[in-house]
């Protein structure tokens, strides 16, 4: 399993942190600018990016792993 990448809000800044880092892995001064990035870092990973809003509540989540159950054909 790859790394996961949070995007929060912090000081008016977004930031893009991987889970258990205690080093920013990017700043950006708009919510999508550090989404993409986010989604980015995860998908050359392998792993998952998870977007939380001002209220530090889940709003979107893209896992880029290998799929446990995929399609049969």
Known sequence: ???????TKQNNRWTVKKEGDSR????????SDAWVEARRL?????????LKGTDGRI???NDY???PFPPKG
């Open 1 to 7: 399993m790859g790394a996961k990448y949070l995007t």
């Open 24 to 31: 920013i892995s990017s700043l950006h001064s708009n919510q």
């Open 42 to 50: 995860a998908r050359g990973s392998g792993g998952n990016a998870v």
């Open 59 to 61: 709003r979107a989540r």
């Open 65 to 67: 792993g290998r799929d």
